[in-house]
C-alpha cells in the first residue's frame, strides 16, 4: 500500500515556465540576441539553467562565461520568482485526494533551497507540505537516490511504500534507485511523448488525478 508520494517541483507540480522563461529572454536580451518563445524553452526547463543557456544562446554560449550567464539568469529569477508560476491543472484536487485518503506528501526537487522555498511561499496549494529536499539539501541530488530516501525517512515511510512523480528522466532514473515505484508525469516539461515512455516508468500519467487509481 501506497503511504506517501513524493514530488519533483518544476515541471511536475508547478508550471515555472514563464517565469523562467522570462528569465532566461531577459539576459538574452542583455547580450543583444533573440529571444525565445515558450514552445522553445519549456522542453529544457526541467534540466536546469545550464539546459536553458543552451537553448538560448545556442552555438554563441562558447563565447561566454556559463558561471556568469547562469548567475545573470538566477539574479532575475529570483527577484521575479513566482509572477507567473502556478501549479498545473488538476493538482489541487490531486493533493486534495491524497490528504483525504491518508497518503503523507513530499516535494523532492534539484532546485536549490534559497530558491524553492520563496517559491512555495507563493503557492498557497504547496505552501503547507513540510517535507521538502532540494538539490543543495545533501552533496548529492536527482539522480542519485539519497535525497528520495531522505525525504521518505523525514515522513517516516519505507521507500517501497513510496510513489515518486516527476516529469524528467532523471526523477524516474532516482525512482528506480531508490527502490520506489516511479511514476512519469506526462503532463509536464517532458522534451518528447517517445522519449518520455523511453524512461519505463511503472506509470505514465497524462494527468494528475491518474495517480489516484495507482494509490
Same mark, same amino acid.
Given at each position: 500500500m501506497t503511504q506517501a508520494v513524493l514530488f519533483d517541483l518544476d515541471g511536475t507540480l508547478l508550471d515555472t515556465s514563464d517565469d523562467l522563461g522570462a528569465a532566461l529572454n531577459h539576459v538574452l536580451t542583455e547580450h543583444r540576441l533573440p529571444t525565445l518563445s515558450k514552445n522553445e524553452y519549456s522542453p529544457a526547463i526541467s534540466n536546469g539553467v545550464k539546459a536553458l543557456l543552451e537553448v538560448g544562446f545556442k552555438d554563441k554560449l562558447i563565447d561566454y562565461d556559463l558561471a556568469t550567464l547562469r548567475q545573470q539568469v538566477l539574479d532575475y529569477y529570483e527577484s521575479n520568482i513566482a509572477i507567473h508560476s502556478h501549479c498545473f491543472d488538476g493538482?489541487?484536487?490531486?493533493?486534495?485526494?491524497?490528504?483525504?485518503?491518508?497518503?503523507?506528501?513530499?516535494?523532492?526537487?534539484?532546485?536549490?533551497?534559497?530558491? *524553492?522555498?520563496?517559491?512555495?511561499?507563493?503557492?498557497? *496549494?504547496?505552501?503547507?507540505?513540510?517535507?521538502?529536499?532540494?538539490?543543495? *539539501?545533501?552533496?548529492?541530488?536527482?539522480?542519485?537516490?539519497?535525497?528520495?530516501?531522505?525525504?521518505?525517512?523525514?515522513?517516516?515511510?519505507?521507500?517501497?511504500? *513510496?510513489?515518486?512523480?516527476?516529469?524528467?528522466?532523471?526523477?524516474?532514473?532516482?525512482?528506480?534507485?531508490?527502490?520506489?515505484?516511479?511514476?512519469?508525469?506526462?503532463?509536464?516539461? $517532458?522534451?518528447?511523448?517517445?522519449?518520455?515512455?523511453?524512461?519505463?516508468?511503472?506509470?505514465?500519467?497524462?494527468?494528475? $488525478?491518474?495517480?489516484?487509481?495507482? $494509490?
Amino acid at each position: 500500500m501506497t503511504q506517501a508520494v513524493l514530488f519533483d517541483l518544476d515541471g511536475t507540480l508547478l508550471d515555472t515556465s514563464d517565469d523562467l522563461g522570462a528569465a532566461l529572454n531577459h539576459v538574452l536580451t542583455e547580450h543583444r540576441l533573440p529571444t525565445l518563445s515558450k514552445n522553445e524553452y519549456s522542453p529544457a526547463i526541467s534540466n536546469g539553467v545550464k539546459a536553458l543557456l543552451e537553448v538560448g544562446f545556442k552555438d554563441k554560449l562558447i563565447d561566454y562565461d556559463l558561471a556568469t550567464l547562469r548567475q545573470q539568469v538566477l539574479d532575475y529569477y529570483e527577484s521575479n520568482i513566482a509572477i507567473h508560476s502556478h501549479c498545473f491543472d488538476g493538482i489541487d484536487d490531486m493533493l486534495q485526494s491524497l490528504h483525504d485518503k491518508g497518503v503523507a506528501v513530499g516535494i523532492v526537487t534539484n532546485k536549490p533551497e534559497f530558491l *524553492t522555498f520563496p517559491l512555495l511561499r507563493q503557492i498557497n *496549494t504547496l505552501k503547507n507540505i513540510e517535507v521538502v529536499v532540494c538539490g543543495d *539539501t545533501l552533496d548529492v541530488a536527482k539522480p542519485h537516490p539519497a535525497p528520495l530516501l531522505l525525504a521518505a525517512e523525514k515522513l517516516g515511510v519505507s521507500a517501497l511504500q *513510496t510513489l515518486y512523480v516527476g516529469d524528467a528522466e532523471r526523477d524516474i532514473q532516482a525512482a528506480k534507485a531508490a527502490h520506489m515505484r516511479s511514476v512519469a508525469a506526462l503532463w509536464g516539461f $517532458i522534451p518528447s511523448l517517445d522519449e518520455a515512455l523511453s524512461w519505463q516508468a511503472e506509470v505514465n500519467a497524462h494527468h494528475p $488525478i491518474e495517480l489516484i487509481s495507482h $494509490i
